[in-house]
């Protein structure tokens, strides 16, 4: 596939290196001659320095053969001409999506959605961190929950604790012990992600991602020797847009959520749109008015979601240690995330990460359904349906163990009809089948001419 990204900032840039990883042809364009330089020093793909919403530089970066358009850059209205730009120049295959970051809670049903503005898809960075985020606020254990094929699975990125009875034991002798259709797809640990095989051993510490369905939820916090909280009341520390969706999502589900928010103006439009919220005026950095507010309004979650990631952090660690259950910081430095963890915060989001995974989802376009990425593109778990009638017939006749899938590729679950169940070497898949597959990033390309 031919990928045409314009906008080098930490999302463009970060997607440009997962494609190129990938196999893909990647062009990107780049106002900022500095980072266009730096970037084509590090990065086997072709850069362009100049503006994409420039006929002459799309059709420089090779926009009339480009699969795909992804339109990244900082503002919204350049995101959209580039992509009706790139509409008018391009091929007729050209699929354009753009990030936009305006929040449409703003604009309510007046926002403009993809298919009014003739492109493929819009994609709110806010409204990606927002579903994140409430989706670990969802999860009574430590660490995060990602929902998967449509609900029907969980995958959960479990820290282990010394109390853990999964620790030290190989995966083949907990299989007994581990709830009905639960499998651990990949494990976390001082050397990055690794795909496990029956013969690991789960480590104090490590972090254990364990796809499940709903119902086991419960027994798998448990037996992660982590504690279980219930959420009911969350404090949010920065009520940009993003804060504000989380907010909205919060007050659909009649959670009671307070809000500090350190621009008296931006805390009086919040409040104005916050019928249920209690919005105050304050520094979240500020220790005592931290340690207040906490105290007063018995806040069992904080959620910080400052753009700053020293900031976010360090409010992270401070609510943590006043006694907070769950604590949930957004940032983007995985050195930073890291420390974060080690310190007990019990989830960091990532907002390129968040992004990555929306945006994959139309790179995937195909027998690939969904994508999410694992680390710094470690591993992906990715779910792929097999068509009615696949090109690739060994899919529905061998075994797996005969198919021929890749080493460091792990078949984790497979949804039939309303079934979930793990499979065994011996299970034969069939049409319609939804299969979550965790791989290490260099076997994608080879995973995915499985299913074409």
């Not at 086997?44 to 795909?68: F, K």
């Not at 850059?73 to 120049?89: F, G, I, Q, S, W």
């Not at 936009?100 to 403009?112: C, N, T």
């Amino acid at each position: 596939m031919y990928i045409l990204i314009v906008g080098a900032g930490e999302v463009g840039s970060y997607v440009a290196r997962i494609m190129v990883d990938e196999g893909h042809e990647v062009a990107v364009i780049e106002t900022e001659e500095r980072v266009a330089r730096r970037l084509d020093t590090v990065l086997d793909a072709l850069v362009v320095h100049g503006s994409g919403v420039s006929p002459a530089v799309l059709r420089q970066a090779g926009v009339e053969r480009a699969d795909l358009l992804l339109a990244v850059t900082a503002v919204d209205e350049v995101n959209l001409v580039v992509c009706m730009t790139a509409r008018k120049y391009g091929n007729q295959q050209l699929r354009a999506v753009a990030r936009v970051r305006q929040s449409h809670h703003l604009a309510g049903h007046l926002a403009l959605s993809a298919k009014d503005l003739g492109l493929d898809a819009l994609i709110s960075p806010e409204e990606a961190i927002a579903n994140l985020t409430m989706e670990v606020l969802h999860y009574g254990g430590s660490g995060e929950m990602r929902e998967l094929a449509g609900g029907k699975l969980m995958l959960i990125g479990m820290a282990l604790g010394s109390d853990s009875p999964l620790v030290h034991e190989t995966l083949a002798t907990l299989r007994g012990d581990m709830p009905d259709e639960s499998l651990v797809v990949a494990v976390q640990g001082a050397e990055g992600i690794r795909i496990p095989t029956g013969t690991d051993r789960l480590q104090v510490d490590e972090r254990a991602f364990i796809l499940t369905t709903p119902q086991n939820l419960t027994e798998l916090t448990i037996l992660s020797g982590q504690p279980w909280y219930y959420v009911q009341r969350i404090l949010i520390v920065g009520c940009g847009d993003t804060g504000l969706a989380v907010a909205k999502k919060l007050e659909t589900e009649k959670r009671t959520a307070t809000i500090i928010e350190s621009d008296q103006h931006r805390a009086e439009l919040v409040a104005g749109l916050l019928p249920r919220s209690l919005v105050l005026c304050g520094d979240g950095s500020d220790p005592e008015f931290l340690q207040n507010t906490i105290e007063e309004q018995r806040i069992d979650a904080v959620v910080v979601l400052l753009e700053d990631p020293e900031k976010s952090v360090l409010i992270g660690i401070f609510a943590k240690s006043l006694g907070a259950r769950k604590v949930i910081v957004r940032c983007d430095k995985q050195t930073y995330g890291k420390l974060a963890g080690d310190l007990g915060i019990d989830a960091v989001i990532s907002p390129k990460r968040a992004m990555t995974d929306a945006i994959l989802g139309y790179v995937r376009r195909g027998a690939a359904q969904s994508t999410l990425v694992l680390g710094e593109h470690e591993a992906e778990l990715i779910e792929f349906k097999i068509p009615a009638i696949p090109s690739n017939e060994a899919l529905v006749k061998k075994p797996l163990k005969d198919i021929g899938f890749p080493k460091g590729a792990l078949v984790g679950a497979v949804i039939r009809n309303t079934q979930v169940f793990i499979p065994s070497g011996a299970t034969v898949l069939k049409p319609g089948d939804h299969l979550l597959v965790m791989c290490r990033f260099e076997v994608i390309e080879e995973l995915g001419h499985l299913f074409v």
